[in-house]
């Protein structure tokens, strides 16, 4: 990933040393042919699936005023485009250099590079920290003179995680990551809480 | 008279001490936001909606505007002193600035960039100002036929401009928004679509979520896992650049100024393509002595670069206010907040929400300002944060994230959304296709649907061919349309 986005930043500096049109988000750099090509397949899938559940709407009055009419387009339309993806790589690239399938081992290896394998991993956390934290339902109220503290699933869950987290990827001792995690998970829960009134998740 | 009247009550607004503080909130924000590598615009404005849920309407539009103001400006920093551009749009800054740093003139390079944002900001609002009303009346003429052609030119023209050399992607990613958008009970006949018996779903897809996931989550899991140690500042030195050298630079920036308004008046174009194209003719046009200096430290290359990128910010509001087609993402993010708090954007802005447009032109001069101010005060600071690893920072996105998506329309739904389509705009990206196309037809997706049923219940009795001469605005805009999908094809297609 990191050679990705330094090839971004590389072919966005190639475009303008050679006045070339790569667009607002590029994307070209990341692609490959297989890529393109597993792209156009489930795309094109994707497109006649939606142009027959479109069908399948029915039409409870007027054609013209069906509630699949646009939608069976889009479909249509899709899967056009994806024939046309596939159409284009294979023009650019062949098709030879299309099917080509990588070897068991280099999948594996480019597979478990180490960053992969962390992009993988943080998907794995972040789906996890959503679904436990859509299970709480907790919002305790300790009241003083001065002022209410309050104590909600988001912090209970927040803070391990963003501490978890911290110490995957920052790599620092557990004392910083738990005052940087608790920090900041307390802050944002006071601003959001507090200053802009804002309901938070997991506090019922 | 009544406009008179109407811009002194917004302006009173404007001008209150608690508004100048929300601004210059969100100006601050942006700037630090910005200038973080790896932090962009889009980013900054799609998480921060969340914040805006708990703000009254004027207080929400100020703090967005700011955002957006600062945050454009902010990745000029980290490319002039650390050769990391904080947002794309500031590669053409981070090739001139850093040689120039490197010279150890990484301070001039930086208050050039800021005067030249400056003006770029004015340009930006003067052009805004100057076309909004001539483009509302022409979008006061079109019909359903004439908005659902628009939509679909919106998000064909977004698809195009995203994806640089394989257009057939940007649509791609556009025509999958439109799919999304479909989801949920069908506006005309009350039918239930592509629901799969959830019932959630039958409420549709809200697309705050869908934009935080795309351009808060996607962000996320592209920068963490990286490994890139942090780098070492320039020295910033002598700030404020001398009053003679920039007028030098004012034709430069004049032309810049115009070319990124136009660039960000096109859906789908934004700072990127703005500063890009115009640090490009700005070569091709500069006189020989400064043209060798291109590439090798030339500070009317920074001018040129920055103005486009800030003149981008007043173009892309030109065509969110008045046909509610956002300009570009950051653009659609505007649009999200302005519509939580009730505010119809489109042709009947101004009869639907009387003044509020005033109220933008005032909020978008006073970020100007508080820009200008705040960039000089924090280019200091900022160095200082780049010391800080990204891996420390990533992660305290992660709670915003998931509280900006929650506090949308408190629903649990909504966070389970922002993760889907984070995962799935990472695999997107993986796979080359750009995601602003996907957030714009999500947004247009329900105007289309809409207007063309309606169109063609209006159309039921009437010739094909009498369509096309009694509606000739409808006519240009499906040889627009054409042109958009040819061009793409073809003409790029072989480039």
């Known amino acids: ?204 | 008279m009544f406009e008179i009247h109407e811009i002194l009550s917004q302006a009173a607004i404007a001008f209150q001490l608690w508004m100048l503080w929300v601004c210059l909130l969100g100006v601050t924000l942006g700037i630090i936001w910005g200038a973080m590598p790896g932090l962009s615009t889009t980013m900054a404005m799609a998480l921060l909606i969340g914040l805006s849920t708990g703000m009254s309407q004027h207080v929400a539009i100020m703090f967005m505007l700011g955002v957006y103001t600062g945050s454009v400006f902010g990745g000029a920093i980290s490319a002039v002193l650390i050769n990391i551009p904080g947002t794309p749009d500031a590669v053409p800054t981070m090739i001139e600035g850093h040689k120039l740093a490197q010279q150890g003139q990484g301070g001039l390079a930086l208050g050039t960039a800021i005067m030249a944002s400056f003006m770029g900001n004015w340009i930006g609002i003067v052009l805004l100002i100057a076309f909004i009303p001539a483009i509302l009346f022409l979008a006061l003429q079109f019909r359903s036929w004439e908005m659902f052609l628009l939509s679909m030119w919106g998000i064909a023209i977004c698809g195009s401009m995203a994806a640089g050399d394989m257009p057939i992607k940007g649509w791609i990613s556009g025509w999958i928004g439109l799919m999304i958008s479909f989801v949920g009970v069908d506006a005309i006949h009350g039918v239930t679509r592509f629901t799969f018996g959830i019932r959630t779903l039958e409420d549709g897809i809200s697309y705050v979520p869908l934009l935080i996931g795309l351009f808060g989550l996607t962000e996320i899991l592209k920068v963490l896992p990286q490994n890139s140690p942090p780098k070492i500042p320039s020295e910033v030195g002598k700030i404020i650049p001398p009053l003679k050298k920039l007028i030098g630079y004012s034709r430069a920036a004049f032309r810049s100024g115009i070319i990124g308004t136009i660039i960000g008046a096109i859906p789908g174009a934004g700072a990127n393509v703005a500063s890009f194209l115009s640090y490009d003719i700005g070569r091709r046009r500069a006189k020989a002595q400064e043209r060798k200096r291109w590439g090798k430290g030339s500070y009317e290359a920074i001018v040129c670069a920055e103005v486009a990128n800030n003149a981008n910010i007043g173009g892309s509001m030109l065509p969110t206010l008045t046909l509610g087609i956002p300009g570009n993402a950051a653009a659609a993010a505007i649009l999200a907040a302005l519509e939580m708090k009730n505010v119809v954007v489109g042709p009947t802005i101004q009869t639907e929400n009387p003044g509020i447009i005033f109220f933008i032109y005032i909020g978008l001069i006073i970020a100007n300002f508080l820009m200008y101010g705040m960039a000089i005060a924090l280019i200091k600071p900022c160095v200082k944060l780049f010391s800080l690893p990204r891996t420390l920072l990533m992660p305290l996105i992660i709670p915003i994230c998931v509280m900006g998506s929650f506090a949308v329309s408190l629903s649990y739904f909504d966070v389970y959304l922002m993760l889907i389509s984070g995962i799935v705009g990472y695999i997107l990206h993986c796979f080359g296709f750009p995601l602003a196309p996907m957030v714009l037809a999500v947004i247009l997706g329900p105007l289309a649907d809409e207007n063309l049923r309606r169109a063609l219940m209006v159309f039921e009795d009437q010739e094909w061919w009498t369509v096309i001469i009694d509606r000739p605005i409808g006519t240009i805009l499906i040889i627009i349309v054409i042109y958009t999908f040819y061009d793409g094809i073809f003409r790029r297609g072989k480039e």
């Open chain 1, 1 to 204: 990933m990191a050679e990705q986005n330094k090839s971004r930043i590389d072919a966005d500096i190639e475009s303008l040393e050679q006045g070339v049109f790569t667009g607002e988000e590029g994307g070209g750099e990341r692609s490959s042919p297989q890529k393109d090509f597993i792209a156009s397949i489930i795309i094109a899938l994707f497109g006649l699936i939606t142009m027959y559940t479109s069908v399948k709407l029915g039409s409870p009055a007027d054609l013209s005023t069906a509630p699949g009419l646009l939608p069976f387009f889009t479909g249509a339309s899709l899967t056009l485009m994806a024939i046309g993806l596939f159409i284009k790589t294979k023009r650019r690239y062949g098709i030879e250099e299309m099917l080509k399938s990588k070897s068991l081992k280099s999948f594996k290896d480019s597979f478990l590079n180490t960053e992969s394998r962390r992009t993988l991993m943080l998907m794995i956390i972040v789906g996890t920290y959503v679904f436990v934290l859509g299970q709480m339902d907790l919002d305790l109220r300790f009241k003083t003179n001065f002022y209410t503290f309050r104590f909600s699933g988001f912090e209970l869950i927040s803070i391990p995680f963003v501490y978890f987290i911290l110490r995957y990827f920052w790599r620092s001792n557990v004392l910083n990551c738990f005052l940087v995690a608790t920090g900041i998970v307390v802050s944002l829960a006071i601003i959001f809480r507090d200053g802009f009134q804002i309901l938070l998740p997991g506090s019922g």
